[in-house]
């Protein structure tokens, strides 16, 4: 069985797809585990597709399986890790590297700080695992922040405009909306203008000494 | 140009661990930079097939900048340093010294962020962060392969001693072998288990 969520991101001449896959694995022709992978999709206007993945979980079945529950279950999971990936992708916009390093840690524990007896053959294991996340973050992060450097929001006036709020940080609140939403597809320009604006006017409002909640 | 390797083999039981380092010019690059990478081969008497990881060490970006005539010695050592520090780690992860691994890896790739004084940005802490995964990687490889055998030894023959203290005795043999020099082969078969075999 294999359940896939897709969430679309939209930026001038790039989108980008990132795709929560569940899946069952199969051992001597039994369904026998389950494997959750995430897999960042590079399309820019023009050019041939790319992609990068990892592998977010896996495991022994579930005991949903063979059923519609599994097939809910698996959509779950694979909307979930999509989800992740693009809460992690908005922190790096926010260039927040200790939020990432701790919820990276929260969701593999690769860090034995404060762990009792924390064994080697897990460390080492999960310490991988996150090494190829943070890859696929790197890469998928440099690609949309190319996109966001090409697009309208650099032009002259534009830059002027909303540059003392931080450009980058406002993206990333975007794709931390956009995935607590749990929307389909964004259209990462408009939502950009979207929460840019608001801001401008609670700032120009706030600078007349009236408070907004 | 081919620059020196550095290799170093380990044998434990039947299984045979060979760590094996290159520095390589990055092509064209001026001022000459360059990868360290590393390989870890996994042997099985009597199997033919063999296990091979691969993955980059260390990056050497400035420190050759303007000594071309550096450069063959400067690859030989950073090539012998670079197995000398995997056997090391590969050491502490078998005497279950976990936060000691973790802080070497922390401080060969500057992962984590430290409040107020390292303070990376998301790029070099993702950066740092995948290579000290690869680097991992290879050391979970060689860790299973070494408990298989820890494991295999001690159902196999009448060893009086638990597969822990035989792990741990391993990691501390590994620990001093890193230090060695000039040593290229150690086996570290336990006697008692060569004596009872």
Redesign the interface.
Known sequence: MRVQERKVIRMDKLTLTVEGVWMTTWKDGMERGEEIRVRAIVRWAGQKAWSVSYIADEGTLSPYAGGELARQYGAAMADRHARQFLRWLGLCFKDDASALFNSLDSAYLFNPEYRQRPGAVDTCWRLARVGVIASTLAITFNQLRAAVCKSFVFEAANYKRYAPLGIFAIVGECLRNFANAGGKELDLAAAFVELAEQRLKEKEVGADGISVR | MEYPFAEKSVKFGDLTIVVRAQWHRWPNSEPPGGTTEISVTLMRDGINARIVRTAPFRKTDWPLRGLEHEIPRYAEVEAQRAVNVFLHWLGL??T?D??G??ME?DDAYR???I?GLR?????????G??????I??L??VA??HL?CVVHALRFSSNAEIDATTMRVRLGEWLLAFAQERDKRFADFTPKEVNANA
């Not at chain 2, 303070?119 to 950066?127: A, K, M, Q």
């Not at chain 2, 962060?129 to 690869?134: F, K, M, Q």
């Open positions: 992860a078998l279950d976990m936060w691994l973790f890896l992962f984590r962020p409040e303070e990376p940005t998301v790029l070099d802490f993702l950066s962060l995948r290579d000290a995964g690869r991992a990687e050391l979970f860790f299973t408990l």
